[in-house]
């Protein structure tokens, strides 16, 4: 009978049936599904692999060293951290189209990565941790016309140009599975149960222009938030968690003086697969404590509102 044990197995053989002797490159994006994904490759073809984590500037507090500590001196592999974030801020600046910024982030995505593919030597291949809900959500929704709700920038093949052939050994699994196969392969629980992060990072947390102050704001707002859910222990039952920063400011009162900051929007959400997704039903003392703390400790955010639209209709991220 089927196990996640025989599964992993014979996703490894497919992995060294299909890349051979020739050398791979993976984009870690500090999410479970690339991290499982480079794992499982690793393990299938341990140096031929090297791994390119992009900061893109669009990463959470602390994200690059947790990603870059664990891979490169805990798993010990080859790994490449492309510090970008001049060229996708700078590209980004002046953008508040949604799918322009995804756009222009994916192309980028592409362009790196083909730098840094000539720079390990003859890469013949790039693995990518993209899912079965990727797959489908990116050619249809709920079964009606085909239409795209969002670009996805890991979905849909490469361009022919970039020469590099796809490994995507998550492409049968949904994410309760990715999470059962990374177990398997020893990464650590709190690694596992870490809320899914999207490629396109904090840009769709951003609605509207990113620049650099918002950023900076919204890392700090939602690294309370954060904090928030872990000390009530609601980090595993809730599916994502995150803050976006709205692109509005608005009159608020501080101490004697008159405050004008952004208002931001707490998104909590729960899911089995990301494909539909219910608030999450969070008491009035845990918004109310919520929403003093990030006033209180992120300068440049004044007011806090609780988003509580299910997807379908809405979408998880904003954008
Ligand atoms: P939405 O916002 O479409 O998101 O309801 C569903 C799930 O997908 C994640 N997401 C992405 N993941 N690249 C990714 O790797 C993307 O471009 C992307 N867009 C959304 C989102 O965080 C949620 O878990």
């Known amino acids: 009978d089927w196990t996640m044990g025989a599964y992993k197995d014979e996703a490894i053989r497919k992995i060294r049936e299909q890349v051979g002797d020739k050398k791979v490159i993976c984009g870690l994006s500090g999410g479970v ?16 692999l090297t791994c390119v984590f992009v900061d893109h500037g669009l990463l959470r507090q602390g994200e690059a060293e947790e ?7 805990h798993y010990n592999m080859p790994l490449i951290h492309a510090d970008e974030q001049d060229l996708f801020l700078g590209e980004l600046d002046g953008q508040f189209d949604p799918e322009t910024k ?38 249809s929704f709920s079964g009606g016309p085909s239409v795209t709700i969002k670009s996805h920038h890991n979905v ?11 490994v995507e050994p998550l492409r049968e699994l949904f994410k309760d599975e990715v999470r059962a196969l990374g177990l398997e392969l020893g990464l650590p629980d709190s ?13 769709i947390r951003c609605p509207g222009e990113i620049t650099r102050e918002k950023l900076e704001i919204l890392r700090k707002a939602d690294a309370v938030f954060i904090d928030q859910i872990r000390k009530h222990g609601l980090y595993d039952e809730i599916w994502q968690a995150f803050v976006a920063i709205l692109p509005v400011r608005t009159v608020g009162v501080m101490g004697d003086g008159r405050t004008y900051d952004f208002a931001c929007a707490l998104r909590a959400v729960t899911s089995v697969d990301g494909m539909t997704a219910d608030y999450y039903p969070f008491s009035h003392e845990f918004l109310g404590e919520t929403a003093t703390r990030i006033i209180n400790e992120v300068q440049g955010i004044n007011r806090v509102t609780y988003d509580i639209t299910s997807k379908p209709p809405g979408t998880i991220e904003w954008e």
């Open 191 to 203: 690694f596992i149960g870490r809320h899914p992060f999207p490629g396109p990072g904090l840009a």
């Open 156 to 166: 849909g093949g490469l361009p022919e140009k970039m020469g590099l052939k796809l």
């Open 102 to 139: 995804r756009k222009i982030i994916g192309r980028l995505f592409i362009d790196v990565f083909q730098k840094h593919a000539a720079e390990v030597g003859g890469a013949k291949f790039l693995a990518q941790g993209t899912l079965y809900p990727d797959v489908i959500e990116s050619v």
């Open 33 to 48: 599904d690339s991290s499982v994904a480079a794992v499982l490759i690793h393990e299938a073809i341990g140096d031929q």
């Open 67 to 73: 990603v870059v500590t664990m891979f490169r001196d």
